[in-house]
């Protein structure tokens, strides 16, 4: 019988009344005949609430015990539809993480999956049986102690079990009907996308487009999963199929540009008159990197005199403040004079395969920023993207001026 994976996030089981609703989107593909395995969210806002009560318990708290407390969202979730379904007259029950069990490295709070054990899932569909699995947790094996996998992570679970379960599809259902060529919260004229191809998706998701996380794109990626983005608000009985990840190939009308995305949370740092000689970049990103802490953007200039260049690179905001000790206390090493910085800044991209084969892409978005009197403060380019750093202030018009120059404005 074939098989298939449908994933609710946060709104679309923000309530029993919205969990009923879901409960309907699953009798409708028991009734076209799949087996179906359900991968749940914790109920809208309840994640950062988990998150805020760990912040506000211990500064410095323990990560094993962090994911005790936030996988307990997708625990109740897992519950209440396994019971809303039976409700229902459909035979099915709830599965943890650590039941299946979905394995996984121990980096608590971001952990990866090693492997899942699909076959107590699939014994249920034996019995005609639903799984409702708990998304975004896992279980370390070595230690027994339960991981989760990252903001987001649920949308991992999910792709990560058609994987194992060899669905024939992996649906995620969320609160918009697709991927839009930006957000269409902050563009209302974005353009839902029939197709997206994986690279993009990866590009989209991990330049700030919330609405997969990254590691299930590449996870779709690497094995195959036929994957779709789509609406639990869609009517029951009558739902659209949303947006399918796929081959680059597998899309016939390429535009140069699929997509703007965003990303506020960056912080951008510069190092002002740090000697112009062999070694000193080094001494900059050596600690960094030793602290694991991602670099992304960095320009180096050369100041007035020869002897001296500024460095200006950016991180991720959540390590702004370890970014800025560890520079400080490595003054001496570095020799820089002031230490500038700006958590104010917001990362725009424009991301597209059509690029690889097309020159001034970039160029023309320089240009209407410019018109705009958006000043740049920073830009990376690779195959198929181009970012630019700004002042956040001006993130909606720099998003709608990119979104319209690129031809993406829906009629
Ligand atoms: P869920 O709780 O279902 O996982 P998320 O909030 O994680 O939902 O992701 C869905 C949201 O992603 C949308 O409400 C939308 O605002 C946002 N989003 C950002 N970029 C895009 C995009 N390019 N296409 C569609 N949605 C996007
Ligand atoms: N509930 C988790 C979060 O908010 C996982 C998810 O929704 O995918 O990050
Ligand atoms: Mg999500």
């Not at 739902?239 to 965003?262: N, S």
């Not at 510069?270 to 991602?294: C, H």
Request: glycine share 8%.
């Amino acid at each position: 019988m074939a098989r298939l994976v449908m994933k609710f996030g946060g709104t679309s089981v923000a309530n029993i009344e919205r969990i009923r609703n879901v409960a309907r989107h699953v009798k409708r593909e028991i009734e076209a005949g799949f087996d179906v395995a359900v991968v749940v969210s914790a109920m809208s806002g309840k994640t950062n609430e988990l998150v805020g009560w760990v912040n506000e318990s211990h500064k410095h708290y323990d990560p094993r015990e962090y994911d005790a407390v936030v996988a307990s969202g997708e625990q109740v979730t897992s519950g209440l539809l396994a019971i809303v379904l039976q409700e229902m007259g459909i035979p099915a029950r709830s599965w943890q993480g650590w039941q299946i069990p979905i394995e996984t490295d121990n980096a608590h709070g971001s952990a990866r999956i090693a492997r899942i054990d699909g076959a107590g899932l699939i014994e249920g569909f034996e019995r005609k049986e639903v799984a409702v699995i708990a998304g975004f947790q896992g279980v370390d094996p070595a230690t027994g102690r339960i991981a989760t996998l990252g903001r987001g992570g649920s949308d991992t679970s999910a792709v990560a079990v058609a994987a194992a379960i060899k669905a024939d599809r992996c649906d995620i259902y969320t609160d918009v009907d697709g991927v839009y060529t930006t957000d269409p919260r902050v563009v209302p004229r974005a353009r839902r996308l029939d197709k997206v191809a994986f690279e993009e998706m990866l590009e989209m998701a991990s330049l700030g487009a919330k609405v997969l996380q990254v590691r299930s794109v590449e996870m779709a990626m690497i094995h195959g999963v036929k994957t779709y983005v789509r609406s639990s608000f869609d009517d029951p009985e009558n739902p659209q199929l949303g947006t399918l990840i796929c081959d680059e190939e597998d899309i016939v009308e390429q535009q140069v540009v699929t997509g703007i995305a965003f990303s506020k949370d960056e912080a951008q740092l510069t190092l002002r008159k740090v000697a112009d000689k062999p070694g000193v970049a080094a001494a900059v990103f050596e600690p960094l990197a030793e602290a694991n802490i991602n670099v992304d953007m960095i320009i180096q200039v050369v100041s007035d005199d020869a002897a001296h260049t500024d460095i200006t690179f950016t991180v991720p905001a959540a390590e702004f403040e370890r970014t800025r000790a560890i520079l400080e206390k490595a003054k001496g090493d570095i020799g820089y004079t002031t230490l500038q910085s700006s958590g104010d800044v917001v990362k725009i991209s424009a991301i597209g395969v059509g690029m690889r084969s097309h020159a001034g892409v970039a160029a023309a978005a320089f240009r209407a920023l410019a018109e705009k009197s958006i000043n740049i403060r920073a830009i990376t380019t690779s195959e198929i993207k181009f970012s630019v750093l700004i002042d956040a202030a001006y993130t909606e018009l720099a998003v709608r001026t990119l979104h319209s120059l690129y031809g993406l404005d829906k009629a």
